[in-house]
């Protein structure tokens, strides 16, 4: 038993530093519950945590039914990428990262003779080499990844000279 607390990086986490890690990854709302038992605290202790959350803008709480859920607050969580793209990248840094999603969605939609992940998804049922049909996976996954990041990377250049100016610093 000593040496699973040893090689389990939670242990010299506090409780707060337990539950804001694990609130931070929640790809499906949850309950408080469920955030106690993965995290090893009271309920009492998670939902305070939780709230604090969810004062933050980090996480939403949902009410569904008699259960209150919390999940990762998906439009804040944007903003901040947005942000830390526009501050960690140059606009043309951005445009060519942008240029080059579009580029390989189009390539791939050509290479393929399909218009979406999920029409390539579905051709593999036509395929009896494997490595083609891990192929055709792998590209479908990365797909539907820049699929969702062009509207993000887009965000970032359509504000950048606004967010710019309010981001630097009046001596």
């Known amino acids: ?3 699973e607390t040893q090689n389990d990086p939670r242990a010299s986490m506090t409780r707060g530093e337990r539950i804001r890690a ?3 990854t ?16 009271s309920v009492k202790t998670a939902q305070k945590y939780l709230d604090q959350l969810v004062e933050d803008n980090v996480l939403r709480k ?7 859920l ?21 606009r043309e840094e951005l445009t060519n990262a942008l240029d ?3 580029s390989k969605i189009t390539d791939w939609k050509q290479s393929y003779d399909v218009e979406t992940p999920g029409e390539l998804r579905a051709s593999i049922a036509d395929l009896d080499d494997a490595d083609e049909v891990a192929e055709r996976r792998e590209v479908a996954s990365e797909w539907e990844h820049l699929a969702d990041r062009i509207p993000v990377v887009r965000a970032a250049l359509n504000e950048y ?7 630097s610093i009046s001596a």
């Open 62 to 68: 949902i009410e569904q039914g008699d259960q209150t």
């Open 26 to 41: 929640l790809r499906t709302p949850r309950t408080a519950s469920w955030v106690a038992n993965e995290t090893d605290v």
């Open 70 to 90: 919390y999940c990762v607050d998906q439009l804040m969580a944007t903003y901040r990428e947005v942000a830390a793209l526009q501050r960690e990248h140059s």
């Open 100 to 102: 080059s999603m579009r």
């Open 22 to 24: 694990a609130a931070r």
């Open 161 to 167: 000279d606004w967010a710019s100016k309010r981001d």
């Open 1 to 3: 038993m000593p040496d």
